[in-house]
């Protein structure tokens, strides 16, 4: 970042704000709205105006102002809106963050403002470690590839193929799928990356077919599994006797009714389905869909709703203060989300959360991750030591 911004930034942060912006708090919130992965943006949109519609957008007697803004996954965009936000909005927090290279670039910004910075999406592992400045009310994959290398090593698998995403997260899936897996005396036959951006998986694929694997573990962004699926059944690995298991991205509930019946019979692991069976959840899809056309939550949306909880409360108990006391109140909340019980960890300001293992089955005619098992508590196994 050029020094005169940095200089702009210092004076912004150390100059006493005018009276009138202590009107409202504000809310930067980051997505990408258009381009490959608006999918996510659109989710955590709907439910951020869901939470504020159903607890309110006033705290401390101040209205919750949302300052939306699009930076279609570019990082170098995400990194100017959050200078701009931060210098001339006068924002209390920044949050959203669709993916791994959009936070880490918003990193640096909210350390030097001091600016509490809640990801809502993006799950590498080492993001928190990017700013003391960062909550997640995501996931990460480490957190939630564990389970589908437990199960399938419990259930007969010797021989597997990994194919994932080629930037953070899916190095982190691939990783933590390799380690668990062989621990536990199986065997990767060929590991394979394909790029973030526009991938034609139809050349991996046929290099997992040809590997004698069992079964392919796959990890892909949001929005991205259906052409990941349309193309597992063009080459006919479902039909090459290849199972298919994921982390949960790859049947994201916003798409998953599109794939059609090679998608049915998928074993994954996540810690958010629509198919959740509590109260809580049945209030939330219901309440998403009647605000959103009959739009299935996924678990960015998930993300998005708890994000705004996180933050909202904090800021009760700071009376509207951002800053080292928001960052604070932030750290160490226990509450029941829509996906389950939750815990922000104070000390590395992760999330601490139950993973399903899910199976896609049929359910009065559309598709759903029906959950199968439950593990409890799960922290990010990078973090747990």
């Known amino acids: 970042m050029q020094r005169r911004t940095w200089i702009a930034l210092a004076l912004a942060v150390a100059l006493p704000l005018p009276a009138l912006a202590q009107d409202a708090v504000k809310i930067g919130l980051i997505?990408?709205?258009?381009?490959?992965?608006?999918?996510?943006?659109?989710?955590?949109?709907?439910?951020?105006?869901?939470?504020?519609?159903?607890?309110?957008?006033?705290?401390?007697?101040?209205?919750?102002?949302?300052?939306?803004?699009?930076?279609?996954?570019?990082?170098?965009?995400?990194?100017?809106?959050?200078?701009?936000?931060?210098?001339?909005?006068?924002?209390?927090?920044?949050?959203?963050?669709?993916?791994?290279?959009?936070?880490?670039?918003?990193?640096?910004?909210?350390?030097?403002?001091?600016?509490?910075?809640?990801?809502?999406?993006?799950?590498?592992?080492?993001?928190?470690?990017?700013?003391?400045?960062?909550?997640?009310?995501?996931?990460?994959?480490?957190?939630?590839?564990?389970?589908?290398?437990?199960?399938?090593?419990?259930?007969?698998?010797?021989?597997?193929?990994?194919?994932?995403?080629?930037?953070?997260?899916?190095?982190?899936?691939?990783?933590?799928?390799?380690?668990r897996f062989t621990l536990n005396g199986g065997e990767v036959v060929t590991d394979v990356r394909v790029p973030l951006r526009n991938p034609d998986f139809a050349p991996f694929l046929q290099r997992v077919r040809d590997s004698g694997a069992q079964a392919l573990f796959t990890f892909v962004p949001s929005g991205v599994g259906s052409a990941l699926m349309k193309q597992f059944a063009e080459r006919g690995l479902d039909k090459a006797g290849i199972r298919l298991i994921a982390t949960g991205d790859v049947t994201d509930d916003d798409i998953l009714n599109d794939m059609g019946e090679v998608a049915v019979g998928v074993v994954t692991s996540h810690h958010y389905s629509a198919a959740h069976k509590s109260p809580a959840n049945q209030k939330f899809v219901e309440a998403f869909g009647k605000a959103n056309k009959g739009m299935r939550p996924n678990f960015m949306a998930v993300g998005g709703y708890d994000g705004m909880r996180v933050i909202l409360e904090g800021l009760k108990a700071t009376k509207g203060a951002g800053g080292d006391a928001l960052l604070a109140a932030m750290k160490g909340q226990v509450f029941e989300s829509p996906r389950g019980p939750v815990l922000i960890d104070a000390q590395t300001r992760d999330i601490v959360q139950d993973v399903y293992i899910r199976k896609v089955e049929r359910v009065n005619g559309q598709l759903y991750n029906v959950e199968i098992e439950t593990q409890k508590s799960v922290k990010d196994p990078a973090k747990s030591k």
């Open 31 to 179: 997505l990408p709205m258009t381009g490959p992965f608006a999918s996510t943006g659109r989710q955590i949109d709907a439910a951020v105006k869901l939470y504020l519609a159903q607890n309110g957008s006033s705290v401390a007697g101040k209205k919750v102002e949302i300052i939306l803004k699009d930076d279609a996954s570019v990082a170098d965009t995400t990194r100017r809106i959050a200078q701009e936000l931060v210098v001339n909005d006068k924002v209390t927090v920044l949050a959203g963050f669709g993916l791994t290279p959009l936070a880490l670039a918003t990193a640096p910004i909210a350390t030097q403002s001091k600016t509490p910075m809640v990801v809502m999406a993006a799950a590498t592992s080492s993001i928190t470690e990017a700013s003391p400045y960062i909550v997640r009310t995501s996931f990460t994959l480490p957190q939630v590839t564990l389970g589908i290398a437990e199960w399938a090593s419990k259930n007969g698998l010797k021989k597997v193929a990994t194919l994932v995403t080629d930037y953070g997260p899916g190095i982190d899936a691939e990783k933590t799928f390799k380690e």
